[in-house]
C-alpha cells in the first residue's frame, strides 16, 4: 500500500508540498492539473512540470538538509467531458472527440511515470453538499449533506450557495464554465436512461482502456458523491451492484476503482468492507473516509476513526492489510481544525491537519493488521 495526499497545486491551495513533507508515511502525491477543462488535451510539457514540481526539491529546501520527496504517481481526475456520458455531440465537442483527447492526455502521463488515474461518470456535476462549514460537537466544522435541501433546490441556486462559501477558491467539477453551459446540459440529459448510460460507459471504456494498457495506467472509477440520483440525473455508479456492473463492462484489468468508501457509505444500506473485500483486485485507489449517518439521506463528514461516524474504517484497513493491498490510499475530506477557517482558509474539506490525523490513524491500523498478517 502507498499512502497518497491529495495536493491542488501551487497557488490553488493553502497546503504546500513542505507541510505534507512533514505527515509521517505520506509517498504520493495526488494531483491534477486543476486549470483543465473536461475535454481538453493535458500538454506533455505542462504534465512534465507538474510531475517535476511534486518529485523534485527546491535548492532552498537542498540547503536546509531537507531530502524527503514524493512520487506522483495518482492523478485525480482526469475528468470526463458530457458528451462521453451522453453519447452525442454536446458543449461544441463530439464524443469521439473527447476520447481522442482523452486517450491522448493518459499517453502523455503514462510517460510522465503516472500510474493511476481516477475519474468520475456522474452527470453535470461532481460531489455536492448543502453545507461546507457545518458546526460539530467539539468546535470544528465539516462537510455536511441534507437531502431535503438538495429537494427544494434548483441546481443552480445550490451552486451559488456553495460557491459562494469556497473561500474564493474553484471547487473541482464547479468551474464556472462548466455551470455556465447548464441550460444546455440539462435539455442533453432528458430522457437519459440508466441503461443508456451504461451503454455510453462501455463504449468510452472500450475505446480507452486498450491505450490505457499500453501506457501502463489504470483507471479507477470513483463512486458517486452521494451515491443516489440527484435533480433527476441517473448516477450509476452508487451501489455495489452498480460497481460489479461497471467492472464487468470490461475485463481488463486497468479497468478498476477508486473506491471511496465515504461516498459509498453515504447509502446507509451499504456494507463499506464486504465492497472492499469483493472487489480488491480491481481497486486500484482508495478513499478512506468517516461520515456519520443522520437519517433521511443526510449525513456529516467526521474525523477518519471508525467510532466517530458510520463508516467502519479499521475493518476496511483490516480487509486491505489481510490481502496486502499494493494500492494507493488517501484520507479524504478532513473537518476543518485549530481556526484553519480564519487563519488559512483553506478549500472546504482540504485543510491540513485533519487530513494528516487521518493518515496517522489509517497507517496504525494498518501497521497493526500487518503485523498480524
Ligand atoms: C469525494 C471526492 C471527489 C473526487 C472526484 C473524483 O469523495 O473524492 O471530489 O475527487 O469525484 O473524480
Ligand atoms: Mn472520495
Given at each position: ?90 458543449l ?10 482523452y ?70 467539477g464547479?468551474?464556472p ?83 471511496c ?9 451499504q ?78 474539506g ?8 487521518g ?15
Amino acid at each position: 500500500m502507498k499512502m497518497g495526499f491529495r495536493w491542488y497545486g501551487e497557488g490553488n491551495d493553502t497546503v504546500t508540498l513542505d507541510h505534507v513533507r512533514q505527515v509521517p508515511g505520506v509517498e504520493t502525491i495526488v494531483w491534477s492539473l486543476h486549470g483543465k477543462q473536461a475535454g481538453e488535451v493535458w500538454e506533455q510539457a505542462e504534465i512534465d512540470a507538474e510531475v517535476a514540481k511534486i518529485t523534485g526539491l527546491n535548492d532552498e529546501a537542498r540547503a536546509r538538509g531537507i531530502t524527503r520527496t514524493f512520487d506522483a504517481e495518482v492523478v485525480e481526475s482526469v475528468n470526463v467531458h458530457e458528451s462521453i456520458k451522453l453519447g452525442k455531440t454536446v458543449l461544441g465537442l463530439s464524443r469521439d472527440e473527447a476520447i481522442e483527447n482523452y486517450v491522448t492526455t493518459i499517453r502523455r502521463l503514462g510517460r510522465a511515470g503516472v500510474k493511476v488515474v481516477c475519474y468520475n461518470f456522474m452527470p453535470v456535476f461532481d460531489w455536492l453538499r448543502t453545507d461546507l462549514w457545518h458546526p460539530l460537537p467539539d468546535g470544528s466544522t465539516a462537510l455536511f449533506f441534507e437531502r431535503a435541501v438538495v429537494d427544494a433546490m434548483s441546481p443552480q441556486s445550490l451552486i451559488a450557495d456553495m460557491e459562494a462559501n469556497t473561500h474564493g477558491l474553484t471547487l473541482p467539477g464547479w468551474e464556472p464554465e462548466r455551470l455556465a453551459s447548464f441550460a444546455e446540459l440539462d435539455a442533453a440529459y432528458e430522457g437519459v436512461t440508466r441503461e443508456d448510460m451504461y451503454a455510453h460507459y462501455r463504449y468510452f471504456l472500450d475505446a480507452v482502456i486498450p491505450a490505457c494498457e499500453e501506457a501502463g495506467v489504470r483507471l479507477g472509477v470513483h463512486p458517486d458523491d452521494p451515491p443516489y440520483d440527484v435533480f433527476g440525473w441517473p448516477r450509476v455508479v452508487s451501489t455495489k451492484d452498480d460497481l460489479a456492473r461497471v467492472l464487468s463492462l470490461n475485463d481488463s484489468p486497468n479497468h478498476g476503482l477508486t473506491l471511496c468508501l465515504g461516498s459509498f457509505s453515504a447509502n446507509p444500506g451499504q456494507d463499506a468492507v464486504d465492497a472492499v473485500r469483493t472487489f480488491m483486485d480491481r481497486i486500484h485507489f482508495t478513499h478512506v473516509r468517516n461520515i456519520k449517518h443522520l437519517g433521511n439521506g443526510d449525513f456529516t463528514e467526521v474525523a477518519h476513526r471508525a467510532c466517530e461516524g458510520s463508516v467502519d474504517t479499521t475493518g476496511i484497513m483490516r480487509a486491505y492489510a489481510e490481502a496486502g493491498y499494493e494500492g494507493y490510499v488517501r484520507p479524504d475530506h478532513g473537518r476543518h481544525l485549530w481556526d484553519e477557517n480564519t487563519t488559512n482558509k483553506p478549500r472546504p474539506g482540504y485543510g491540513l491537519y485533519d487530513r494528516a490525523l487521518g493518515v496517522q490513524y489509517l497507517l496504525g491500523a494498518w501497521d497493526a493488521f500487518r503485523y498480524d498478517a
